[in-house]
């Protein structure tokens, strides 16, 4: 009898992002029962440090070797497929995906690619410092043929506040600050704003944010749900048309 798919969540990166991911792949299973559902094993090792901290020199403290040590983990367990719900931690994606023998599906890609594929010419990033300063979208934008803005540097200040003074902490997000930037994006001509930092999604969430935001976590749970070989429901309609 074959082995249905056994997807592990590499998680903790933040913790709440990870609670968020797994109601969300719960809700969008089309399922009639338990058994329809994927099967998951989740590893949420919250003290992983700090992604941008690495990335922008602020810490020494590695991030990937707790990443790998968990990944190997998940393998181990049986898991067939890896999603990580955190983009910044997408800058280690190709040394973490050397590391293990189960593919990773990569949050980035599969947010560009669904903008790509309904012929959006223009996006703004709405992420953390670390994954505007590594370029990490700017990157897979460029690969897709697809324009990019990134925040000034005072509106990216606002948008970590938010997300690490807010988010992280267990608050509801300034909205007046998030207003601000999103605002700043769209005048500057982007069609739809990328939700690229997964503490963000959970503004769309609580908040009800509209038609321009595309959410990175949801077109990661998409894809995720795909690959585990279920059928995906209650995504926006764009999310098939490519």
């Given at each position: 009898?074959e082995r249905?798919?056994?997807?592990?969540?590499?998680?903790?990166l933040?913790?709440?992002?990870?609670?968020y991911?797994y109601?969300?792949?719960?809700?969008h299973?089309?399922a009639?029962c338990d058994?329809?559902?994927l099967n998951i094993?989740i590893?949420?090792?919250?003290e992983?440090?700090?992604r941008t901290d690495y990335?922008?020199g602020?810490s020494s403290?590695?991030?990937?070797?707790?990443?790998i040590e968990n990944?190997k983990?998940?393998?181990?367990?049986g898991?067939t497929?890896?999603?990580?719900?955190?983009?910044?931690?997408?800058?280690?994606?190709?040394?973490?995906?050397d590391e293990?023998s189960?593919?990773i599906?990569?949050?980035?890609?599969?947010?560009?690619?669904?903008?790509?594929?309904v012929?959006?010419?223009?996006i703004?990033?709405?992420a953390?410092?670390?994954?505007?300063?590594?370029?990490?979208?700017?990157?897979v934008?460029?690969?897709?043929?697809?324009?990019c803005?990134v925040?000034t540097?005072?509106?990216?200040?606002m948008l970590?506040d938010i997300?690490y003074?807010d988010?992280k902490q267990?608050?509801r997000?300034d909205?007046?600050k998030?207003?601000?930037?999103a605002?700043?994006l769209?005048?500057r001509?982007c069609e739809k704003?990328?939700?690229?930092?997964t503490?963000?999604?959970l503004?769309?969430?609580?908040?009800?944010?509209g038609?321009?935001?595309?959410?990175?976590?949801?077109?990661?749970?998409?894809?995720t749900?795909?690959?585990c070989?279920?059928?995906?429901?209650?995504?926006?309609?764009?999310f098939?048309?490519r």
């Open positions: 009898m249905s798919p056994l997807l592990g969540i590499l998680g903790g933040g913790p709440m992002s990870t609670v991911f109601e969300m792949l719960t809700a299973t089309e009639r058994q329809e559902h094993v590893s949420s090792y919250a992983t440090p700090d990335i922008l602020r403290d590695n991030p990937l070797t707790a990443m990944a983990k998940l393998e181990n367990f898991a497929v890896i999603a990580i719900p955190c983009n910044t931690a997408h800058y280690f994606y190709s040394s973490l995906k293990v189960v593919p599906l990569n949050i980035i890609e599969e947010t560009v690619r669904i903008a790509a594929g012929g959006i010419g223009k703004g990033i709405l953390t410092e670390g994954t505007v300063q590594s370029e990490s979208y700017q990157r934008s460029a690969d897709f043929g697809v324009a803005e925040p540097p005072e509106e990216q200040a970590m997300i003074g988010i267990g608050r997000a909205m007046d998030f207003n601000r930037v605002g700043s769209l005048d001509g704003l990328i939700l690229g930092c503490e963000l999604s503004i769309k969430k609580n908040e009800g944010l038609y321009e935001y595309l959410d990175s976590l949801e077109a990661l749970a998409y894809r749900i795909l690959a070989g279920k059928p995906p429901c209650g995504f926006p309609a764009y098939g048309a």
